[in-house]
């Protein structure tokens, strides 16, 4: 996992914060299964990629919160190739499309997760 | 065979390609054509039901143009997961359009039929012999939710669709299948590796998704090689580049570095993605290890009831306000009204408030806001459609003149867009089955029949 504190950007070219769903070009979940939902952000370019996943701001500490689930089941994976991250969650409620289910294929999931502030 | 060349016609046999593009396909002289035709996603009600996603219309149109290119080309082609879910209710509805198919247009050919539906008494022994194991947060499987099923599938993988190709087949149609098994039998038949069969496979099965722009609804050619595998969309104006095509092992996928089927797990760790020219992109290093012991995924749902709903809006801002109130105190006169002859686990009564917490059922990071115009869904489920009709009516009614204190709008809370305003919505279902099963042939529950169409 890229978590280096020597990349963080130096103080001259410090950003402006920004929030996740402003600084992502693919920003998506959907099913991954009856059971998962899965969150993609993908990034324009390894810097912005680096900049999110060089951050603290995306744990599964702040997913689950997020999310009202437990840390343990909230699975992160920094994808360099391409400068993508995955967010993989189980859903809470019933299994997708049963009684109570509210969104049958996963695709308007990721709303908790586009406000987080990257630096 | 050094070189195979493998066409998938599109991600969802019926959601419509570009003709052009599937003759441009033809043009590239493949040896087999693929197309996948299902998916859990649109939820349990097909595998319940019997029903498609996609209608008849769709899937004639889509399978005419594609049936008639592999015949005329003399190729075989393979479809999986056939009519939405894979049972057998699904599989006969495309068969039955396939012979429309092929009387009109004088096709004749040798057919395999590859069923997925799996006898209740075989997954109970395996229940009964510890050989099956939930996935996620589901319980484990148990006899009694085996007997509760309406239909349980097991996604087919590479066996049965070799064993159709061997025995000469020139159309396959499966029930539930692994996306990825169209796509790799006639490569593992033919001796190529199984890493790169399997992540070609994995990307065509969604048709020309890899590409740019998006295009699950295109065709795209595959070209397995010795050492590597090249792809190339076949409209015209898609391209590819390396980062388009490793991006695609994130869709859909829990994990894009490995994923796993019934023959094993496939590792991408050292696959490489290489520009050939605009419109292709070569992969190689992707790497197959067997799987000690064979499973296969099941896939079965239960009867939940039937289901009423209706829609309205509202605009009355001490209506919004209020929201919590109404809906306990329509839930309240609903029970109150139905005493006597439900007892309170005999239905389900839900509002979703779209505008306020519609999608994700609570509130979000600006807390418990509301837009200015807010819809409800009432969805009412019983033990049959009359009974969900009933309790959703009073539902209906008790919430358009429900009181609360300082009400201004006393003539009515809801803005009904259609007369009727209620909507029956059918039988529904759950998945509940969701596991894997042990066994030592992964073929074996998967008969192919043989026939001859025309």
Known sequence: MPHSMSSLPRSGEMKQMERLYDIAEVFRSKNAGPLLITIDLLFPDETTFRRVSDSEALSPGIVADLYGIQPKDVKILYFDRANAIKVTIPRTGPTSGAP????????????????LMIP | MDELRVLSVCGNLGYGFPEESLLNGIAHDPHIMGADNGSTDPGPYYLGSGDQLTKREQIKRDLGYSLAAARKRGIPYIIGSA?????DPHVDSVLDVMHELAKRDGHRFKLAVIRSELDKEFVKQAVREGRTRALGKLPELTEEAVDESVRIVGQMGLDPFVRALEGGADVILAGRSCDTAIYTSYAAMKGFDLGLAFHMAKIIECGAQCALPIGANDCILGTLR???FELKPMNKK????PNSVAAHMMYEQPDPYLFYEPEGMVDLKASEFHQVDEHRVQVRGSRFVSAPKPTLKLEGVRHRGYRTITVAGMTDPRLLENLDKVESSV???????????LAPDEYELRFIFYGRDGVMGRAGPAGGRTAHEVGVVMEAIAKDQSTADVVLSLARSGFLHCGFEGRKATAGNLAFPFSPSDFQGGPVYEFHIYHLMELEDAGAPFDVEFTKVG
């Not at chain 1, 109570?100 to 406000?115: C, E, F, S």
């Open chain 2, 83 to 87: 009519g939405t879910a894979g049972g």
């Open chain 1, 100 to 115: 109570g289910d509210r969104d049958v294929y996963g695709a308007q999931q990721h709303g908790p997760l586009l406000g």
């Open chain 2, 238 to 241: 898609m391209r590819l580049t």
């Open chain 2, 226 to 228: 010795k050492d590597h």
């Open chain 2, 331 to 341: 839930k309240a006169t609903v029970a109150q009204m139905v005493k006597g002859s």
